[in-house]
T-cell receptor
């Protein structure tokens, strides 16, 4: 069971806006930034949104991250078929002398 | 363009030690933290640990007793050793760069599949 909780699946039709949630606690999201990673089928994860809610160069502005309290969200607007992938949130956890924790991942299906 | 490339044996026998290496090209290894992350088939991501180019380390508490990381700045490489492996250690192992400012994994290798079987 993952320390950060994500819905196992999400879906939307092309052009829609979809949000993926990531729930944590005061020792991780409550104190530290959340980063988001996209994993296309058969590929390695790729940084999508960094812990300051900024997108790396090359990532479309259709992707945005936000955080409130002990939860974070990834929003994808103007959904496209190429967005079909697994999405993971991650945060540093201050418990147990420090530890990186990930969400269990959300599989996004574009209908 | 910075690239990370994992290398390893592919197959390891139960109870033996898994050794992996990550070669970094396009940028000096100095100035960053470097991490290992694994993903069992069909499952999510698990952080194994990180090493700073200075040699300081931090490991996942659940794996700490079996993990050792090292860095070779002259070769621009860092390594992972995982002892007493079992089938539960079968996974794709990724190396990744961890930014010291901002604190996130900004670059990932393509991963190497490790199977533990006799």
């Amino acid at each position: 069971q993952s320390v950060l909780t994500q819905p196992p699946s999400a879906s939307g039709t092309p052009g829609q806006r979809v949000t993926i949630s990531c729930s944590g606690s005061s020792s991780n999201i409550g104190r530290n930034g959340v980063s988001w990673y996209q994993q296309l089928p058969g590929a390695a994860p790729k940084l999508l949104v960094d812990s300051n809610d900024q997108r790396p160069s090359g990532v479309r502005d259709r992707f945005s991250g936000s955080k409130s309290g002990t939860s974070a969200s990834l929003a994808i607007s103007g959904l496209q078929s190429e967005d079909e992938a697994d999405y993971y949130c991650a945060a540093w956890d201050d418990s147990l002398n420090g530890n990186w924790v990930f969400g269990g991942g959300t599989k996004l299906t574009v209908l | 363009q910075v690239q990370l490339q994992e290398s390893g044996p592919g197959l390891v026998k139960p109870s033996e030690t898994l050794s992996l290496r990550c070669s970094v090209s396009g940028d000096p290894i100095k100035g960053y933290y470097w991490s290992w992350i694994r993903q069992p088939p069909g499952k999510g991501l698990e952080w194994i640990g990180y090493i700073h180019y200075s040699g300081s380390t931090k490991y996942n508490p659940s794996l700490k007793s079996r993990v050792t990381m090292s860095v070779d700045t002259s070769k621009n490489q860092f390594s992972l050793q995982l002892t007493s492996v079992s089938a539960a250690d079968s996974a794709v192992y990724y190396c990744a760069r961890l930014t010291g400012i901002g604190w996130y994994f900004d670059l990932w290798g393509r991963g190497t599949l490790i199977s533990v079987s006799s």
